[in-house]
């Protein structure tokens, strides 16, 4: 018990020290950046790594992923500013994790969102409540992935990034196409081919119909179909987690070749894009779901205290599955009858990932932004259609987003160097997308019932009470 508290003081002590050392840097930084007072580079540098000699101290006793990547994150930008050379040769690192996961693009897509649709196939007898659901989840979905758009679009976030020419790959812009080249291009002619050059769209199409296929069969043939689906992607799920591992290896060789091409400008761009996203996500929230809850006529404050602890939950976890079952109970405790909150609920975790999509949608233009590549309005658009269906299925696993937008940006010819500079801040960005996916499902489970006449107002107000 004693050896417990006296190591979470050591943590906390650790912390608090690495915060006062690492303000005091930033401000002495300042300083001298502004040649308000000199200071000897040598001294400026060893400050910098005293600092992260207490980062790594801390990342040992804390043994949490998400605090390794963002230790790496700030060793990665000291080695590539300190040493170019050294971050220009760390690339490899970071290619080696880009290999890694786009090996889990097919699998998982298709395993998902079989999962996603045969698992449901009591669509036909729930009926009304089936494609209300669906229609609710794509009218909420698509308006978020225009809001990122939008939102990426007035902030710029990735202009001004010069890559180098060692950090563009050799890739062809994109061809113009006609809309029939468009609509043949969503349907595969060959499903390896399909997987072995990379048209995510492709294999959603085929996700799609496949899932909707076993969904017919008679339970004995769609049983194991579904369980092998399952089991698929409980297993890519797990391959995912295997590679995260090595995340904080791939980021700060990312940042560090980053850095060391770019300079330390490019970190203003990433906090750029990081206010975007919480901008934009708090505009779907107020501008969105609020007028939702004021058109369905659900009590907005019983409401807030329904979600709070789900989406603190989610935005500590960074996973939507952790939020699941107390989302469950207490949408139940709210009023939405457990029929629907049983339906609506799983199924949005695959259908309805507004967070999600609003970050895929201005994360792949911040991409091409930063690449120098300019998009027109036709094939933003064509993005946001593949966005809208390769967002489907992700099922709120931590950092899955990134599978679908190494896809996304492979299927429009866009360079994936970009998307190490986006992985510096994933975790941030993370955290808000997320907490945002469980309430807006939340909120889905809630319209559904209010949609049905089965949502129950005075129960809501019970909640109100014993919270």
């Given amino acids: 018990m004693k050896k417990d508290w006296f190591h979470s003081v050591n943590k906390n002590f650790i912390l608090l020290i690495f915060v006062l050392i690492f303000s005091l840097t930033i401000i002495l930084q300042l300083l001298d950046h502004f040649g308000w007072i000199a200071f000897p580079l040598a001294v400026m540098a060893a400050l910098r790594w005293i ?12 043994k949490n992923l998400t605090t390794w990547i963002l230790i790496s994150m700030l060793i990665g930008a000291e080695v590539g500013h300190d040493f170019p050379a050294v971050g220009v040769g760390l690339q490899i690192c970071s290619k080696i994790f880009l290999r890694m996961i786009k090996t889990i693009i097919a699998p998982l897509l298709f395993s998902t969102l079989v999962v996603g649709i045969a698992g449901h196939s009591n669509l036909k007898q729930v009926g009304r409540m089936g494609w209300k659901s669906i229609l609710y989840f794509e009218i909420v979905s698509t308006i978020a992935l225009f809001i990122g758009l939008a939102a990426i679009n007035i902030s710029q976030a990735g202009v001004g990034v010069n890559m180098p020419a060692l950090a563009k790959p050799d890739i062809a812009p994109m061809a113009k196409q006609t809309w029939q080249d468009i609509v043949l291009g969503i349907f595969p002619e060959n499903l390896a081919r399909s997987v072995f050059e990379g048209h995510v769209l492709q294999i959603v199409v085929f996700s799609i119909l496949f899932g909707i296929a076993v969904a017919l069969l008679k339970e004995k043939y769609r049983s194991p179909m579904v369980r092998f689906s399952e089991s698929l992607a409980e297993t890519m799920f797990k391959f995912t987690n295997l590679i995260m591992y090595f995340a904080p290896v791939a980021v700060g060789a990312a940042i560090a070749y980053t850095v060391g091409h770019m300079g330390l400008g490019i970190l203003v761009n990433l906090a750029t894009l990081l206010m975007t996203l919480y901008v934009a996500l708090i505009v779907f929230l107020l501008g969105v779901l609020l007028p939702v809850l004021l058109i369905f006529r659900i009590p907005v404050i019983p409401f807030i205290r329904a979600v709070t602890e789900p989406a603190t939950l989610a935005f500590a976890t960074t996973s939507s599955e952790s939020a699941l079952p107390v989302a469950m109970e207490n949408m139940e405790m709210f009023g939405v009858p457990r029929k629907i909150v049983a339906f609506v609920l799983p199924t949005g975790y695959s259908f309805n990932l507004d967070g999600t999509t609003l970050y895929l949608a201005l994360a792949s233009i ?3 932004q930063v690449a120098g590549i300019h998009l027109s309005l ?18 709120g696993v931590p950092r899955a987003s990134l599978v679908i937008l190494l896809a996304t940006a492979s299927s429009f010819g866009l360079p994936v160097e970009p998307i190490f500079i986006i992985l510096g801040i994933d975790e941030l960005m993370d955290m808000a997308r997320t907490a945002v996916n469980v309430i807006g499902n939340c909120l889905a489970s809630a319209v559904v019932a209010r949609w ?13 009470l014993k919270s």
């Fill in 51 to 62: 600092v992260l000699g207490f980062a790594i101290y801390y990342g040992i006793l804390r």
């Fill in 366 to 368: 911040f991409i091409a």
């Fill in 378 to 395: 036709e094939q933003q658009l064509v993005m946001m259609l593949t966005l809208m269906l390769t967002s489907k299925g992700v099922a």
């Fill in 452 to 464: 049905e006449g089965e949502f129950d107002e005075k129960t809501a107000k019970a909640f109100t």
